[in-house]
Structures are given as structure tokens and as C-alpha cells.
């Protein structure tokens, strides 16, 4: 079974929620409108070989809050299906079963929801980036021996030349996949700040 630290929604709805928050601290707004949900699918249940129904990740902003919880669209009594979690407790967040989720697909869904939202862009991107330093124990020293003084710095390192902030979409998806991999490598060596 693969390490639950190391799961891109682990490590990236944290962040976005952490960022989120920071965001309407400073003023940032979101689009007006009913519940926008992310669902991830996460497997199928099955019973007897036979598949009766589907598991999923179901991920929303609510009240100013990013909820995360796992449902079983066949049984209530599945043990697949949990409480909500708040997005911001990466501990309860690792119990949910990412191991059936589609993780190539988790960045372009995960932009796709956080556009649908409507946030001042700029506005936001540097939300991101804020909580990725203040989370983690600075400087940065990976499991690996590389130190990043900042996350920006990390951010920089690969970052495709191609990929500018006028395409969102493409800028974003880069950004979130880098802010997962920064939270996963600060949780390995222990240098992920709790609140």
C-alpha cells in the first residue's frame, strides 16, 4: 500500500485551503453561486464480484471552508463513506482512500474546481505561495540533501519556460503540482508546521 503522505490530494487540498483562507483575509472574493463540488472517483463497490456502485472523493467550499469527504454512491453503511473533514487537517485527510483515485487526473480536476470559484488570480497565486513558506520550517533541506531557502525557489527549479501566468489554466496546474510535492517533501522530514 503506498505511503497516504505522499498522495497529491494529501498534500495539495491543505494548501488550497490554507490559501483560501489568506485570500479572503486580504480582501480576495470568490464567485457568488451555490456549492461547487469536485468529485473524484475513487473505485468501484463491489460485492460478490459484482460491481454495484461507485466510491468517490467529494471536495467543496462551504461556510468559508473546504470540506473533504469520501461516499459510497450504492450503500450508506459502506465503510468508504466518512464525515466531512475539514480540507485544512492533512492528518484526517490521509484515512480517505486516495489509492483508488486517478492521481494523473487530480491536478487538472483540482484546477478546473478552483477556476469554476472565480478568485482574483494574482491575488490568490501569491496566497499560494505565502502559505507554502509559512507552513513550512524554512530553510527547507529534502530527504534527498537539496535546501530551498523559500518556496519560490523550489517553484523555480524545472519550471517549464513556456508556462506564464497569461495561461492560467497551464499556470495553475504547474503551480498546484509543485505546491504538492513542497508539502510532501517538508512532511517527510518533518518540517511541515501544524497550526
Known amino acids: 500500500m503506498p505511503n497516504p503522505d505522499t498522495y497529491y490530494g494529501v498534500n495539495t487540498i491543505p494548501a488550497v485551503a490554507w490559501a483560501l483562507d489568506l485570500y479572503r483575509e486580504h480582501g480576495g472574493r470568490l464567485k457568488d453561486q451555490r456549492v461547487v463540488e469536485l468529485i473524484l472517483p475513487a ?11 461507485n466510491h468517490e472523493i467529494a471536495v467543496w467550499l ?11 454512491t450504492h450503500s450508506k453503511n459502506c465503510r468508504t463513506n466518512s464525515e466531512r473533514i475539514d480540507g485544512r487537517d492533512r492528518e484526517r485527510l490521509k484515512a480517505l482512500p486516495w489509492d483508488e483515485t486517478d492521481q494523473r487526473a487530480f491536478f ?43 518556496f519560490n525557489e523550489y517553484r523555480s527549479t524545472r519550471w517549464p519556460k513556456d508556462v506564464t501566468p497569461q495561461d492560467k489554466d497551464r499556470f495553475l496546474e504547474a503551480l498546484l503540482l509543485r505546491v504538492a510535492f513542497w508539502i510532501g517533501a517538508a512532511a517527510e522530514v518533518g518540517a511541515l508546521l501544524a497550526d
Open 43 to 53: 473505485g468501484q463497490h463491489k460485492q460478490m464480484m459484482r460491481s454495484l456502485g
Open 62 to 72: 462551504s461556510d468559508n471552508t473546504v470540506w473533504v469527504r469520501a461516499r459510497c
Open 108 to 150: 487538472p480536476a483540482m484546477r478546473k474546481w478552483l477556476m469554476r470559484l472565480e478568485p482574483d488570480f494574482v491575488l490568490f497565486v501569491r496566497a499560494l505561495n505565502t502559505v507554502c513558506n509559512r507552513r513550512v520550517r524554512l530553510p527547507l533541506t529534502t530527504k534527498y540533501g537539496k535546501t530551498f531557502n523559500e
